[in-house]
């Protein structure tokens, strides 16, 4: 079912829903709060999340009201995972009774909110070949320029949120996304830089006070405290508990914040050098250590953009969560290899049962992830139901391949996603996954979309 909403502006003969154009045609009554509404105070600017009062269906500030189709904020996430055993991950069965492999077991109080799609294609797979996921065609050696789809619709919210996109990797290298300009961009590999720039002060001598302030641990709640209270007596009572949920959201990643630093400052013990080899020395940190630090990347990361999404910060995000390489998380898999050897594997079962239980732990922050976004209260809804956020991978069957890859897909039944547990869409291009999200968002679908590779939407979850 498509949407049946208003022409956007910048698609004149368009028929497809425009935020912009439907709240501004909503009559707003002088008491009633502005969707873009801050706490301020000694430098800091902080953004409310999605609280009924600002509804235009809201009786008074103390009277809960729904959302407005107009005024709900249709997003989406985009993320490659890198390697994974998509062999003992698939289940064998369909439909929404399908059983959970264990792999994705960690995703069994989400099995409702999540549709696993099997057998899908990408342009390329393999070493590097990351860049086609969202562009369709993109990569290092074929030498074609397009726009990902973060990026296209990013421009279709283009001014309606403070960050047009946020583009997110664990490592500087390589992106996800390429812009209108068809040049890629640079990822932000810092959850610490993402949440400043986000939250925090907006030039240089501020920025340089308040990182002041954060070492010795001063909070920006604490800075914001009187208007914080006297708007918490002024709301009704689930928006209080929503902006009790906000804020204590906001001490606990400021928690995280100052730990982390604070290990950042405390010297390494002093051992006798070991010898590495030929290989990197911080490769092999990466790869061999029990992943305490990737650990704590996830959820810090997942944490922020939890954070961006529900203030309405950003609508739509790309991430690189993991890449190629990655810890195999020795404290609990007992995996005796790095992780890219894992996935040259000889088809040798032991090897192909150490990977699956590596991919296991990593299913977990996605899981995490998922209960994060469905814990936050948003309308009538949740910030899950109003977020398309998509588990992909470019390295399928064997680890190298192109074809024969999975993917989730989650949340989104806001913009009428209706999950189907397990369905399998053999040869299927990637690009019409993409295709069915951009239906969903209601923006028209670009010219030369994927490179012409999206064919059809995903009908079964439509």
């Not at 240089?204 to 708007?231: C, F, G, Y």
């Amino acid at each position: 079912m498509r949407l049946t909403s208003l022409s956007h502006p910048k698609f004149p003969n368009s028929h497809t829903f425009s935020p912009k154009q439907t709240i501004m045609n909503i009559q707003r009554k002088n008491w009633q709060m502005n969707r873009r509404t801050f706490l301020r105070a000694a430098g800091v600017s902080l953004s409310l999340p999605w609280l009924e009062a600002m509804g235009a269906n809201s009786a008074s500030i103390t009277s809960a009201g729904s959302m407005a189709p107009g005024e709900i904020p249709r997003r989406a996430y985009f993320s490659n995972w890198g390697f994974f055993e998509a062999q003992a991950a698939m289940p064998k069965d369909t439909g929404v009774n399908y059983t959970m492999t264990p792999t994705l077991s960690p995703l069994e109080p989400y099995k409702n909110d999540c549709t696993v799609i099997s057998e899908l294609r990408a342009f390329s797979g393999g070493h590097f070949q990351q860049p086609c996921l969202l562009t369709g065609l993109d990569t290092p050696t074929n030498g074609m320029k397009l726009v990902s789809v973060d990026q296209q619709i990013a421009d279709f919210y283009e001014g309606q949120t403070r960050v047009p996109s946020l583009v997110l990797a664990h490592n500087r290298t390589p992106t996800l996304s390429w812009s209108r300009n068809k040049t890629p961009i640079n990822p932000e590999n810092s959850p610490k830089a993402v949440f400043d720039r986000l939250f925090g002060v907006e030039n240089e001598e501020t920025r340089n006070r308040r990182r002041t302030e954060m070492a010795h641990t001063s909070s920006i709640l604490d800075r914001v405290k009187d208007q914080a209270r006297k708007l918490e007596k002024r709301l009704g009572k689930d928006d209080r508990a929503t902006v009790d949920q906000y804020f204590t959201s906001i001490r606990d990643f400021e928690e995280r914040i100052k730990i982390d630093r604070a290990w950042l400052d405390k010297p390494k013990p002093a051992v006798e050098p070991l010898e590495f080899g030929k290989a990197p020395p911080e490769k092999l940190a990466m790869t061999n250590d029990d992943g305490t630090c990737m650990r704590n990347y996830l959820k810090l990361m997942f944490d922020v953009i939890v954070l961006a999404l529900q203030t309405d910060s950003t609508r739509v995000i790309s991430h690189f969560p993991k890449g190629e390489d990655g810890p195999v998380f020795k404290d609990r898999t007992k995996v005796p290899h790095d992780y890219h050897s894992l996935t040259h594997h000889g088809q040798l079962p032991e090897k192909l049962e150490m990977w699956a239980k590596v991919d296991q732990v990593y299913m977990e922050f996605w899981a995490y992830f998922i209960g994060r976004l469905k814990s936050v209260k948003e309308g009538n809804g949740t910030l899950l139901d109003h977020t398309i956020a998509a588990w992909a991978t470019t390295n399928g069957y064997g680890g190298h391949g192109r074809d024969h890859l999975p993917l989730i897909l989650c949340g989104g039944a806001g913009l009428g996603i209706k999950h189907q547990g397990h369905i399998i869409k053999k040869d299927v291009m990637i690009a019409d996954v993409w295709k069915t999200v951009v239906d969903r968002i209601g923006m028209p679908v670009p010219k030369d979309f994927q490179g012409g590779l999206a064919k059809n939407v995903i009908k079964e979850v439509l």
